[in-house]
């Protein structure tokens, strides 16, 4: 009886060894997966810092220029005045169309000097 009983403790002890090498094998599966998690992790820290480090830098040269356009509108004290803008559109609309006249009546012209 006590061999049949040794016998049965041996295979459960071989099963026990069995299951707590398949946890084992489990167990580093799974620090592996953590691993590689917490690295990526990592990367997509330093990927959304350096994210949101150009956003900074954007939005402060963003702030900047929108500064310089309002004093060159005249938008704010000491800037160009809004009128004299109106007029530099004003001078430069007529000035193309004068030149566009002019190429016109001087391309007009020369077809009609061909016999």
Known sequence: MSSSRDRVEDTYERQNDQRLDELHSKIRTLRGITTDI??????QNLILDDTGNTFTSFANSLTQTSKRAAH????TSGGVKSWRVAMYVIG???ALWITGKIWWWWSGSSEDVTP
């Open 38 to 43: 917490h690295d990526d992790v990592e990367r």
């Open 72 to 75: 060159a509108f005249g938008l």
């Open 92 to 94: 430069a609309f007529l």
